[in-house]
């Protein structure tokens, strides 16, 4: 820490200097004929030495601008509008000229050809509410991915996870030419398309495909980026493929991948693999664990104790969890076998087609070090478990999934999206346990608890969405429908042996059992929207919904018989069939009015809903009866194009599943035995939101701001109660109190030297859940506050650099127990760098380094990860590259987990890889038609040879370091 606050120091006091022995240009655009303020006018500020970009924006609504922050040098003025001719200044700054008057810029429509040259065109444009990238403005380092592009955008963030944001705001979808690739999963797209088949990058607000339809701006907005391809690079085939082997002390290591596409117009297919033992996963979670998720098999965390299980509901966002790893995927070692093919086309003229299958083998090895501290209703005292864990868990699933669109006419349209995945897993999990009493200072062992259990799923999830949309003759009236249905099953078996050593009671105790499920599920929906405008920008909106929902579950648990040699003593409490049925009928309406700067929608809703369960091993009935009111209200004022404050408001109701409803005892882990509780009732959450984004188009600077609150009525929370062995029963109850409430602000800049970018980021947490604990109540209130600052620059040409700090503290407090109350915190320290050169040399280095405090002996780790490689492009056109890499130069890679949850307090310390060592050779792989030849950049604009612009070889613009940002617009 003492190193690194020097360094924050000059990196403020660089920011403090900016602005000093800087330029002005100012000026007002005018169309020559009309004599009208032209507004919106791209204004681009060149360096007139290597034409790299300096800063852009808009004209404002008068038509003025106000450039500041300039070099004192040679510069050039750009002006772009649609339908004018591209207007050319010099611009020659010095001490003695720090500010240059244009005056009135007279803008000529575009029907001359005055003898020029061609250049690629702006960096960006501003299209309504879409700002609009040019890639060729970009330079990435060699054979980068879409991620590297994305990184070099102004007002984008790429973390190194590859999740993404945009001018602050979380990137939830990312399109290949307006459409999904590979399902709704971002690093599809960005981890195996290349940059120099990419166009442009899309970045706007979408609209549900509801509203964009309707035109019922309900408010909620989709941060979406849509990445074009360049049009002479959509015949032809591209890919890449890597084979990499290395070594970890005794053990053989393998990493390879592919992906190749071959694109034919409208026609595009995509074929993606990898096979690794090295935690390396290119695809989402979804993709790994396919339709049954991964708490559905036993094995792994699972069965530990601690919060979680069938408790839990609406309030789990009270568990607070800081989790530090640098192996990825939490812990463990996971091997992976994956591939999948991506298919779009167009039939004919009116009918879209889109369809993905994707495969998945995953085996993941864990051995865990846990220890977890639970309340008691004593004050005095806390219940201590300390556990190791080894557990190997087989997940294998297929995917498929299509979207297709068929237009019948320009006002009827029927979209269907059939999807369906199997799955099947296979795990196993050995844990040993040591439960003690704190009492007073004093520690009494209560037991030791030795279990082995296994378990085998097998399943599917099919579902199909339907939706047909009719629009009238008069403008905004319209009319959809909607059916949605699905099925899922996932039968599964298992075995259960468990050996407790009680010593309070002085026995030992053997569970011994083989059990099987059935659970499935059947849903149906059925939604039909109107709407109908009322007057000017005024509109409101009709809509019913029908939804069925049924659920059965059967458990069969046998004790082994030493008599018999067989498992054939039924085990009662742990054996029940169960059905769940849930049927509502929902009407809404809602009222819309907007404007330019306006957009207000508030509605209310009525739901009716009938809960049946049926216990059907006692045939016993219980039906309850609902009647709900669906509150919604949403504001969104736009101050400009770039700056929104937006306001939601909704209430809901959630039901219980039915894994929480069923009564039936879970012992598969005898410290944690769960039950269901079938006479919950449903909860009902409210949930407000503020969004506020600014983004300055001239100076590159971005605020964003949120707040989120929830309260939940009727949380589906915990009730606990002790066990002779020491352990727990948990069951689900109804009980109030529970709050979320947090909150961030983000500020990201430019700063002029070093070129770079700076983003500032404060966060806060509240939040409040009610527990029991043997019948007694107990508030849990967490605290949590954080932040990031985030550094990001290319010096050079061939040089990139990346900086990051990120502390975070966490406050728990139980009303139950305040001897329990703990505070811990971590600062993750993290810097990445890449240098290559022109002849094809690339060094890479990277390390993250964590400083744990306050988690407890044995888990206040410091970690120093560090990674480091360094690769050489060979062949033609530097098509191979063949790389030496090692990772956790210094073996100290770890991975710890801390939960602070209702009632219970843990730390997990999982094995994760250490160091090893890896040679890699990758191929790239371009061919592309007639059309491939082409300089990129696509569409082109002209400026005069007296302005051409050096070396850039033609007069080529680009972008140097994190898209310029060196001046500042007023």
């Given at each position: ?711 939940v009525q009727d949380d589906i929370q915990n009730a606990t109660f002790s066990l002779p ?84 503290f966490n406050m728990a407090r139980y009303t139950l127990n305040p001897k329990q109350n ?25 390390f993250d380094y964590t400083i744990n405090t306050g988690r407890g002996e044995g888990y ?111």
């Open positions: 820490m003492s190193k690194f606050l020097p360094f924050l120091a000059c990196i403020l006091f660089s920011i403090a200097s900016w602005g000093q022995n800087t330029g002005t240009v100012k000026g007002k655009l005018v169309d020559t004929v009309g004599k009208q303020s032209l507004k919106d006018a791209t204004i681009t500020i060149l360096n007139g030495k290597d034409s790299t970009l300096e800063v852009f924006g808009l004209s404002k609504a008068d038509g003025s601008f106000s450039v500041t922050n300039i070099d004192l040098e040679e510069m050039i003025l750009q002006v772009k509008f649609q339908g004018y001719e591209t207007v050319w200044r010099k611009l020659n700054f010095s001490k003695s000229n720090t500010t240059i008057d244009l005056g009135s810029v007279y803008m000529k429509t575009q029907d001359n050809d005055l003898g020029m040259v061609t250049v690629t065109q702006s960096p960006i444009q501003m299209k309504k509410d879409t700002v609009e990238f040019n890639a060729s403005a970009f330079k990435t380092k060699p054979n980068a991915v879409a991620e590297d592009l994305l990184k070099k955008v102004p007002g984008i963030q790429v973390d190194k996870d590859g999740n993404i944001k945009a001018q602050g705001e979380q990137v939830q979808r990312i399109l290949v030419d307006g459409k999904q690739f590979f399902g709704n999963d971002p690093k599809m797209a960005t981890r195996n398309l290349p940059p120099d088949v990419i166009d442009k990058i899309q970045v706007f607000d979408a609209l549900s495909d509801q509203s964009a339809f309707t035109g019922f701006d309900d408010g909620n907005r989709i941060k979406t980026i849509n990445i074009t391809t360049r049009k002479d690079k959509r015949k032809g085939y591209f890919g890449k493929a890597a084979v990499g082997f290395g070594a970890k002390d005794d053990e053989g290591l393998y990493d390879n991948s592919f992906n190749f596409s071959r694109f034919n117009g409208d026609q595009q297919i995509t074929l993606i693999g990898q096979g690794n033992n090295v935690n390396k996963q290119n695809f989402s979670v979804q993709d790994m664990l396919g339709s049954l998720g991964g708490g559905n098999f036993g094995g792994g965390g699972g069965n530990f104790g601690g919060g979680g299980g069938r408790g839990g509901g609406g309030g789990g966002g009270m568990t607070m969890v800081s989790g530090l790893s640098g192996s990825g995927s939490g812990g463990g070692i996971v091997n992976t076998w994956a591939g999948g093919l991506n298919y779009r086309d167009n039939w004919g003229t009116k009918t879209q087609f889109y369809g993905s299958y994707f495969y998945n083998d995953q085996r993941t090895y864990r051995d865990q070090k846990r220890f977890d501290q639970y309340i008691t209703n004593n004050p005095d005292s806390s219940r201590l478990s300390n556990s190791v864990q080894s557990s190997m868990t087989h997940n294998q699933n297929h995917r498929i999934n299509m979207n297709i669109e068929h237009q019948f006419d320009s006002n009827n349209t029927l979209i269907i999206r059939p999807n369906i995945s199997f799955q099947k897993t296979y795990s196993i999990t050995e844990q040993m346990s040591e439960v003690s009493i704190l009492n007073k200072g004093v520690t009494t062992k209560l037991s030791d608890v030795n279990m082995r259990n296994t378990r085998e799923n097998s399943g599917y999830n099919a579902s199909i969405d339907a939706t047909f949309r009719h629009r009238f003759l008069k403008k905004g009236r319209t009319f959809s429908l909607n059916l949605n249905g699905g099925h899922n099953t996932n039968d599964g078996t298992g075995e259960n042996l468990t050996i407790t050593n009680n010593y309070s009671l002085n026995t030992k105790d053997t569970t011994n059992q083989i059990y099987s499920s059935n659970p499935e599920t059947k849903n149906l929906s059925v939604t039909a929207s109107y709407t109908e405008p009322i007057g000017k920008n005024q509109m409101i909106e009709l809509n019913y919904n029908y939804s069925y929902n049924n659920n059965t579950s059967g458990k069969q648990t046998y004790a082994y018989n030493k008599a018999t040699g067989k498992y054939d003593l039924p085990v009662g409490n742990l054996s029940n069939l169960f059905e769940n049925d849930f049927t509502s009928n929902r009407a809404t309406v809602s009222y819309r009015i907007q404007n330019a700067k306006v957009n207000f929608s508030v509605g209310s809703g009525i739901q009716v809903g009938d809960r049946k369960s049926h216990n059907l091993t006692k045939d016993s009935v219980l039906t309850q009866h609902y009647v709900n009111f669906f509150p919604t209200a949403n504001l969104n004022y736009s101050f400009t194009k770039t700056k929104t404050l937006r306001i939601f408001y909704n209430g809901r109701p959630g039901q219980p599943s039915i894994d929480q409803l069923q009564p039936v005892t879970d012992n598969s882990n005898e410290l944690n035995v769960k039950m269901g509780n079938p006479d919950l009732k449903q909860q009902f959450t409210h949930s407000i939101r503020l969004l506020f984004n600014s983004f300055d188009m001239f100076t590159q600077r971005l605020i964003f701001a949120s707040v989120n609150a929830s309260f062995n020491g352990g727990q029963l948990t069951k689900p109850v109804n009980l109030g109190g529970t709050y979320n409430i947090n909150g961030f602000v983000n500020y990201g800049f430019p700063i002029k030297s070093p070129k770079s970018n700076l983003n500032l980021r404060a966060v806060a947490a509240l939040s409040q859940s009610q527990g029991l604990v043997d019948n007694r109540s107990n508030y849990t209130r967490n605290t949590s506050l954080g932040g990031e600052v985030a550094w990001t620059t290319n010096l050079k040409d061939n040089f990139d650099m990346n900086f990051t700090y990120a502390p975070s703990t505070n811990y915190a971590s600062h993750l320290i993290s810097t990445d760098a890449t240098y290559y050169t022109h002849s094809g040399w690339v060094l890479a280095t990277d206040d780790l410091n970690i120093f990860l560090w990674n480091a490689s360094l690769s050489k492009q060979i062949l033609k056109n530097k098509a191979g590259e063949i790389k030496f890499s090692v990772f956790d130069l210094l073996k100290q890679n770890k991975s710890i987990t801390t939960t602070a949850s209702a009632n219970s307090f843990s730390n997990v310390q999982n094995k994760v890889l250490s160091r090893y060592f890896m040679v890699t050779f990758t191929y790239n792989l371009r061919r592309f038609g007639a059309q491939g030849q082409q300089q990129r950049g696509g569409d082109q604009q002209r400026m005069p040879n007296m302005m051409r612009m050096g070396g850039q070889g033609g007069g080529q613009m680009r972008m140097g370091g994190n898209g310029g940002g060196r001046g500042g617009f007023e």
